[in-house]
């Protein structure tokens, strides 16, 4: 699992995997192509990226590489909530006017799904994380009611490191793990 600024808190109180990545201040925009590359390093495993829909808009690019990759085993989550949560609830621009599913059906994503309320997306869940993909999934979710994450709040997620530095040593280990 990569994520990345908003969606770290949430995530960090339900899993605790090493396998886990989390940053809120040295990759924003970039949990997507993080992901990207551990997908193409370990195709033994579905690699799955939480991204929120401010930073996929700093990196629409992004959708083009991961279908022209060949990916099969990635699975990319936006979880649109019309705002830039981790900085401090700024609009993202044109919020509710973008169809980010029909950005990655044009890209080419081959699984596309587009949820508004849990109950379905409950119901798609395990074909989403188990079919080849690309698979993209545009999730609706409301804002979340926390602050900005600070560099030195480390109690909000067990796994946020001071360092991308720090998170390379220890992919390279994940990476050449084989379980």
Same mark, same amino acid.
């Given at each position: 699992? /990569? ?57 629409? !690019?992004?959708?083009?590489? /991961? ?14 909530? !019309?705002?830039?949560?981790?900085? !401090? ?5 044109a919020s509710g006017q973008i ?8 890209? !080419? ?15 798609? /869940? ?10 993209? /999934? ?42």
């Amino acid at each position: 699992m /990569v994520t990345t600024m908003g969606a770290t808190r949430p995530w960090g109180r339900i899993s605790d995997n090493d396998l886990d990545f989390a940053s809120a201040d040295s990759a924003m925009g970039h949990a997507a192509d993080l992901a990207l590359g551990i997908a193409l390093a370990r195709t033994d495993r579905t690699v799955v990226c939480l991204n929120g829909d401010g930073s996929m808009l700093m990196t629409l !690019g992004t959708l083009a590489t /991961v279908v022209g990759s060949g990916a099969t085993n990635y699975v990319l989550f936006v979880m649109d909530n !019309g705002v830039f949560e981790i900085t !401090g609830h700024q609009s993202v621009a044109a919020s509710g006017q973008i169809d980010y599913a029909a950005m990655a059906q044009a890209t !080419g994503f081959h699984r596309v799904f587009f949820f508004e309320d849990a109950r379905s997306y409950a119901e798609s /869940v395990e074909e989403i994380l188990t079919q080849p993909g690309p698979t993209f /999934v545009h999730l609706l979710v409301e804002p979340g009611s926390e602050g900005p994450i600070s560099r030195n709040d480390r109690e909000k997620g067990r796994y946020l490191r001071p360092s991308l530095a720090d998170w390379s040593r220890t992919f390279k280990a994940a990476l050449e793990t084989k379980d």
